[in-house]
C-alpha cells in the first residue's frame, strides 16, 4: 500500500507540475486528466490504508507429529 500511494503522490505531483504552470500545447488537456486519475487513486490509496491496514503475518508453526 504505501509504495503505491508514494507512486500515485509523485505522478501527480509531476502531472500537476507540467499540467498547471502554464504551458500550452496540443496535449495539456490529456495531462490534466491524467493529473486528475493519480490524486484520485492517491486518495483512495491513502483511504485504502487507513480503513483496512495490514495484518500482521501468521507465524510458521510447525505441526509436532507423535
Do not use: C, H, N
Not at 34 to 45: P, W
Not at 47 to 53: G, V
Request: proline content about 3%.
Amino acid at each position: 500500500m504505501r509504495k503505491k500511494a508514494l507512486l500515485f503522490l509523485v505522478l501527480a505531483a509531476v502531472t500537476g507540475l507540467v499540467g498547471f504552470t502554464g504551458l500550452s500545447f496540443s496535449g495539456i488537456e490529456v495531462i490534466r486528466i491524467m493529473f486528475l486519475i493519480f490524486a484520485d487513486l492517491l486518495v483512495i490509496s491513502l483511504m485504502a490504508k487507513l480503513f483496512f491496514p495490514e495484518k500482521q503475518k501468521m507465524k510458521y508453526q510447525p505441526v509436532k507429529r507423535r
